[in-house]
């Protein structure tokens, strides 16, 4: 699935799957919904659901009637961990947002479009969350 939102490009097929939730009901049942977490390259959350006419992803179809629909729906770093921390186990949630430790914190920087690619290509290739890089990186400063 590939929509255009506020001017940023969503694409299913070239973002990074992050993980899923369902309800596990059956595709039959009106309250069907499956959830997928996806990471643009560019960094960018965003949820791509589906779900029965009882879910949120319902369409009117006319009549006082509704059918399943599905969507994207752009989300921020933060209402993407808090969906995480919802549907995911710690071991999953820790794959996409590093390792949680008592005492951390989320901190929001501004770096150059150039560096932020690096930073996602580096993290990439050593199979570590950007948060991770950053935090060693931080952490040898300050020794």
């Given at each position: 699935m590939k929509k255009i939102i506020e001017g940023a490009m969503y694409d299913t097929s070239t973002a990074k799957r992050l993980n899923?939730?369902?309800?596990?009901?059956?595709?039959?049942?009106?309250?069907?919904?499956?959830?997928?977490?996806?990471?643009?390259?560019?960094?960018?959350?965003?949820?791509?659901?589906?779900?029965?006419?009882?879910?949120?992803?319902?369409?009117?179809?006319?009549?006082?009637?509704?059918?399943?629909?599905?969507?994207?729906?752009?989300?921020?770093?933060?209402?993407?961990?808090?969906?995480?921390?919802?549907?995911?186990?710690g071991d999953e949630y820790e794959l996409i947002f590093g390792t949680v430790e008592d005492g951390t914190e989320q901190l929001s920087i501004t770096v150059p479009a150039a560096l932020k690619a690096r930073l996602w290509e580096l993290a990439e290739k050593r199979k570590v969350t950007v948060s991770v890089l950053v935090e060693e990186v931080l952490r040898k400063a300050v020794e």
């Open positions: 899923s939730w369902s309800n596990n009901c059956s595709s039959s049942d009106f309250n069907s919904c499956t959830e997928v977490l996806y990471r643009t390259k560019s960094g960018k959350y965003f949820i791509c659901g589906e779900g029965g006419p009882m879910t949120k992803y319902a369409k009117s179809s006319g009549n006082n009637s509704w059918s399943g629909g599905s969507r994207i729906e752009p989300i921020s770093r933060q209402a993407a961990m808090e969906w995480a921390e919802e549907h995911l186990d």
